[in-house]
């Protein structure tokens, strides 16, 4: 604790006389910026660095000109001035006070002459300046920015300002864009091995760009060092991208199993086609954004809450509207899927339409609650609150589904039903009451998987189109009839699709996983988890 | 044999389907282009194209009706069958085109030439030549078919699982169609066609002449699939339909059935796809969309499935009723369809045409219930007519 | 009992020897062996589950044993063919519950059935001569449906889709006739004259039928095998098997 004291004392001394040198240096900014005038091009670089030493904020707008060409000296009395076009006649801009000057003819004025090594300076100063900007973030940028482009000019600058940093976050950066600097440095040999250690160690994908450009020109002593480096990084990248692609396809599996837990109900157990069982996803989102709506014109604190709030309606909502299909349609259809499948992919043309017109064509906005925005860092992965959230979500919603059916008596009853509705009904199960609350249940469960949906998917009528097939393909690979089935089904597509992407590109990806699955299916009919056994035939 | 083959096919009212179809290949042709435009009889070119285009559709509900309604087969792939056999026409249009596009170069079609392309690819070679073009019209469509299947029927994946995959099929070519890499125009697909076996295809007579081929094709057709349906092979696809493992044990390769079903039914819907393009004058990835494939399902089924007519009544009477509907309520028109899905499979499961058989059948069975009280009133044997 | 067994594989026409299959780690059939010989009429009995149907499809090819020999005629490999192939082979097969083409008429059932080639071109093209139509009238008035032969065959009460399907099978003109529970739901005059429409098929073929029925199988008067839990219990005549005692624990009851 005394040592942070310490040094934070420290970084505040440093910072204050870096304003006092500042203020000081402001006094002869008019001179030092009328030399550029007269400057001849090659003692630019100089002037440059003299005006970027002072440090002064206002050195920046100046530099940016120069850089810009907007520069001019008034050939009256060799003073220079920021310009800008007005007609014929120039604005003209006191660049050490910042105050306007009137306007001079363009004949009366001389542009400040540039080249590009001299842009070549000016870029690189003001990398410089803006390190020791007062914003933590333009430090960050500007850091970033030195760390992606290393000019071993700004090397002397990188440390001064690393000395003065207190922010942790850009601290690293500075450490990361002096290594890679210093590299393309004339610096002795020791503190480049020390660098290229350095480099090795982060994550950093700017180092191994560096590394690789430096391979080429190194000293043959260094060579054996970069090397090293190279592979390291290069392994610890491989290990991140796998795990980022592992995440990325448990990220997607989760909302595949979403998509397709509801359906490993109504399909998978009952044996429905259900083809609306995607508007049933979109009617939960849509449950989610009239929560909101609600919450946002009457009650703005409950915001946080609104997704706890919508789950239950979602369920509710959507658990009616199936229990009212169930009843209404799918009852009288039992034992005829083709037909079953045809009556729902009308009523979820039905139900998209009705949503279209009741809440227009366009995507709706859903809002993320504050402990749903955001991502945090976890080794080299960037892990974003929302996709955390939906895969613990859509494990939460798996596990309980699984209780339901194998702890509960109105589980038994189902798995009764769906396996002999005879036998079943001869013990007293009133089978019609257990389909219609099973179809309802499966349909709840859509709405439950709508919310989370509406967390990161377009909120419009399509909306469950887009996952009908999925859904359908992960229930088939996975297995009929197997909640564990469409848990793996829908992790190992996934991940696979996430896998394949970056060698096929999106869109081929998904194709090639659509083939995958169909070929799979040719060889295993059944799915993953087969049901085996004369049952299956009857 | 084939001769005979074919005559089988003749009852009352294929006969009548038929001869409506050739007098309106004739007829409506006549209207347009010999009447003047004032004339009570004149039939716009515009509705020329658009009874075309309901000809093809009722042909693909036809060739959907032979694997749905007579093997029990419900392919949610038609569309894709129709979208290929489109394609390959519109290739052949395309290549017609030559130097006529906006960067008027001889070889490339313009989408091409817009992606820096330098060379045609290889798969776009042969289709400046219509022949060529015909022919791949059902071969790829065959081709796909007959490789699906073959994996599909032999595994003997059935019933939804056979549907649920079809649609997964369809659905990767939508996909697959959509991207500019694959070299089919993207997006926006094939359009601005010119020619047709150097005919104007905006010119009134094309557009007739191309009405008459669509009428006249699909005539074609319903001989052929009624021959089919009446043969032992015909019968066979229905046992396949109502017992398929009992036609198994029976001996027949139910595999192979199907296989000849579905791949002539994919020709038969490619064709459908070849005529509908130059008629509507343009196809994109959009024929492909899952939902297209059911629609087809729907027409079949208001027709009546399992019926050789119904397909055709049924195509027309939806697709009719979609151009009223959407021109009067846009907004209601998915309801309506929705609708209709649900009240055809709860209410008219053998559709308009099947309900209608089925009531005039009730009725002779009657008639002749009553005549059968009088003796020795031995009843028509079917085969004997042979 | 395998070498014993195993002398008879030559002369046999249907030979099964240490066949197993399991679902789902419940083992229907357990090391079962089984011979019948050209021209038997072969009856089988056992409790529900003793694996009777399930080795009705390991012969017909529905499905795959784990283990052991399944031969017809002493040298065709059975486990290596599919259905078609095998009812292509002359092994005809009835189901426990009818299974005819309810949308087609009784005579369209029959010539379905008849043994003619059965590929996609030769069915296209298929024309009914005066031989198969004469071969079909025999097996109308053999099931005695003559006068239903226009009918649809949906329209048929239980016991003539029974016979029906019995009608087709000989149409199929098969070596082995498998016959799982004939006489079920039948009333008691349909069940006898069951019993005769058998005997008389199996003067040209031979048959196993399977049955819960006692008094048809006595009826039928021949070598009955009793199977429980996926074995051969015991073999011989009716009067031998429905003395042994463990034929009488585990099916008939005390």
Redesign the interface.
């Given at each position: 604790m005394y040592r942070i004291l310490q040094i934070l004392f420290v970084a505040l001394c440093l910072v204050i006389s870096a304003h006092v040198v500042g203020s000081r240096a402001a006094e002869g900014l008019g001179p030092l910026i009328d030399q550029l005038g007269s400057a001849k091009l090659s003692d630019m670089d100089d002037h440059i660095t003299a005006l970027a030493k002072t440090g002064d904020a206002k050195v920046i707008p100046v530099l940016e000109a120069l850089g810009e060409g907007e520069l001019y000296q008034r050939k009256s009395d060799g003073k220079v001035f920021l310009v800008k076009a007005q007609g014929a006649d120039l604005l003209l801009v006191d660049p050490a006070t910042g105050a306007g000057a009137g306007a001079a003819p363009k004949a009366a004025m001389q542009k400040v002459k540039v080249n590009n090594a001299v842009r070549r300076a000016v870029r690189s100063a003001l990398g410089g300046l803006t390190l020791f900007s007062d914003d933590t973030r333009a430090r960050l940028k500007a850091a970033q920015s030195m760390l992606q482009t290393p000019n071993a000019d700004a090397l002397e600058a990188i440390e001064t300002a690393i000395a003065a940093e207190r922010d942790g976050a850009v601290r690293q950066v500075l450490d990361e864009a002096r290594a890679v600097t210093l590299l393309v440095s004339d610096r002795p040999e020791d503190q480049k091995r020390h660098a290229i250690a350095l480099l090795a160690e982060g994550n950093g994908r700017n180092g191994l760009a560096v590394l690789t450009s430096a391979l080429a020109t190194a000293d043959a002593s260094l060579k054996p060092d970069i090397e090293t480096a190279i592979a390291r990084i290069e392994q610890t990248q491989a290990f991140w991208n796998a795990g980022q692609n592992v995440w990325y396809g448990l990220s997607l599996g989760s909302v595949l199993l979403l998509a397709a837990i509801g359906l490993a109900i109504t399909f998978g157990v009952m044996g429905i086609?259900n083809?609306a069982h995607g508007e049933m996803v979109m009617l939960g989102a849509y449950t989610t954004f009239l929560v909101q709506e609600v919450i946002r014109s009457s009650y703005p604190q409950l915001f946080d809450w609104s997704l706890a709030i919508a789950l239950p309606l979602a369920f509710l909502v959507t658990g009616a509207v199936g229990l009212a299909i169930e009843r209404g349609?799918i009852r009288?259809?039992y034992g005829r899927?083709?037909?079953?499948?045809?009556?729902t992919?009308?009523?979820?043309?039905?139900l998209?339409?009705?949503v279209?017109?009741i809440f227009g064509p366009t995507n709706r906005e859903v809002g993320n609650p504050s402990w749903m925005s955001g991502a945090f860092e976890l080794g080299g992965l960037t892990i974003t609150w929302n996709r955390l959230w939906i895969i613990v979500f859509a494990l939460a919603v798996f596990a309980a589904l699984l209780f339901l059916l194998k702890r509960t008596s109105m589980g038994l009853k189902m798995r009764a039903v769906t396996q002999n509705r005879r036998i079943a009904s001869s013990m007293g199960i009133r089978t019609p009451w257990v389909d219609a609350l099973t179809f309802a249940l499966g349909s709840g469960i859509a709405g439950m998987a709508g919310v989370a949906l509406s967390q990161i998917d377009n909120v419009s009528p399509n909306l469950g189109?887009g996952y009908i097939?999925d859904s359908?393909?992960v229930v088939?690979f996975g297995g009929v009839g197997n909640l564990w089935g469409t848990l793996v089904g829908a992790f190992s597509l996934g991940i696979l699709n996430k896998f394949l992407e970056p060698y096929a590109g999106a869109?081929?990806g998904?194709?090639l996983v659509?083939?995958l699955?169909?070929?799979f299916?040719?060889?295993k009919?059944r799915g993953l988890f087969a049901?085996?056994?004369?049952a299956v035939e009857a | 044999m084939i001769t005979s083959f074919l005559m089988r096919s003749f009852d009352r009212s294929i006969l009548i389907a038929v001869a409506i179809l050739v007098g309106l290949a004739m007829l409506v042709p006549a209207l347009n282009l010999l009447t003047a435009p004032d004339h009570p009889l004149h039939v716009p070119t515009y509705l020329v194209s658009l009874f075309g285009k309901y000809l093809t559709y009722a042909l693909l509900a036809l060739a959907l009706d032979l694997v749905w309604g007579f093997c029990g087969i419900l392919s949610l792939g038609h569309a894709a069958f129709f979208a290929l056999g489109g394609y390959a026409m519109g290739m052949y249009l395309m290549r017609q085109i030559g130097a006529r596009g906006s960067y008027g170069n001889p070889l490339l079609p313009d989408f091409m030439v817009f992606l820096n392309w330098k060379e045609l690819p290889w798969f776009w070679h042969g289709f400046d030549m219509f022949w060529f073009a015909a022919l791949m019209v059902v071969l790829v469509p065959g081709l796909l078919a007959f490789v699906f299947g073959w994996f599909a029927f032999r595994s003997r994946v059935n019933g939804v699982y056979l549907s649920i995959i079809t649609q997964a099929m369809t659905y990767a070519l939508l996909l697959a169609f959509f991207r500019n890499d694959m070299g089919f125009g993207g997006n926006n697909g094939l359009t601005d066609f010119k020619d047709i076996l150097g005919f104007n295809i905006q010119a009134n007579g094309t557009r007739a002449a191309l009405f008459a081929a669509s009428a006249l094709m699909l005539a074609l057709c319903l001989i052929l699939t009624s021959a089919i349906v009446r043969s032992k092979y015909g019968k066979v696809l229905v046992a396949v339909r109502d017992a398929e493992s009992r036609t198994r044990f029976l001996g027949y390769r139910v595999e192979h059935i199907k296989l000849f079903a579905f791949t002539l039914s994919a020709m038969m819907a490619g064709i459908a796809g070849a005529l509908y393009v130059p008629q509507v004058g343009i196809i994109n990835p959009g024929e492909f969309e899952p939902g297209n494939s059911i629609e087809v399902v729907i027409w079949t089924a208001v027709g009546g499935r399992g019926t050789l007519i119904g397909p055709i009544v049924g195509a027309i009477l939806v697709n009719g009723g979609k151009s009223i509907f959407t021109a009067a309520f846009p907004e209601f028109w998915l309801f309506a369809l929705g609708g209709l899905f649900v009240l055809v499979t709860l209410f008219l499961p053998k559709g308009v045409v099947g309900t209608a058989g089925a009531y005039f059948a009730r009725r002779r069975a009657e008639l002749r219930g009553q005549a059968a009280e009088t003796p020795n009133n031995l009843a028509v044997e079917p085969m004997a007519a042979e | 009992m395998n070498q014993t067994i195993g002398q008879t594989k030559p002369t046999s026409l249907l030979y099964l020897d240490g066949v197993s299959v399991s679902f789902d780690g419940f083992k229907a059939l357990n090391a079962l062996s089984f011979v019948v010989e050209p021209g038997e009429l072969r009856a089988i009995i056992g409790p529900n589950g003793a694996g009777k149907t399930t080795m009705m499809d390991i012969i017909t090819g529905k499905t795959r044993p784990d283990e052991g020999q399944v031969f017809f005629k002493g040298e065709i490999d059975l486990t290596k063919r599919d259905e078609a192939e095998i009812a292509s082979l002359g092994i005809g097969r009835k189901f426990q519950k009818p299974t005819v083409f309810e949308s087609h008429t009784v005579w369209d059932n029959l010539e379905l059935a008849l043994n003619r080639k059965r590929g996609v071109f030769s069915t296209l093209f298929y024309r009914l001569t005066a031989e198969d139509r004469a071969r079909i009238e025999e097996i109308l008035a053999t099931i005695r449906m003559s006068p239903r032969r226009d009918d649809l065959a949906a329209n048929l009460s239980h016991g003539q889709k029974q016979w029906l399907e019995i009608g087709m099978l000989l149409a199929q003109e098969p070596e082995l006739l498998l016959v799982d529970e004939p006489v079920a739901g039948m009333t008691d005059a349909e069940t006898a004259e069951t019993a005769i429409l058998l005997k008389e098929i199996a003067k040209s073929r031979s048959v196993v039928v399977v049955e819960h029925d006692m008094g048809f199988i006595r009826e039928l008067g021949v070598k009955v095998t009793c199977l429980a839990e996926g074995a051969v219990l015991a073999e011989g005549s009716i009067d031998f098997v429905s003395s042994d005692p463990k034929v009488i624990e585990n099916y008939l009851g005390r």
């Open positions: 086609i083809m349609v009288f259809l899927p083709l037909e079953t499948l045809l009556a992919w009308g009523i979820s043309l039905i998209q339409q009705s279209r017109s189109q097939i359908f393909m088939v869109v081929l998904k194709i659509l083939v699955i169909i070929l299916i040719q060889k009919p049901l085996k056994g004369r | - | -």
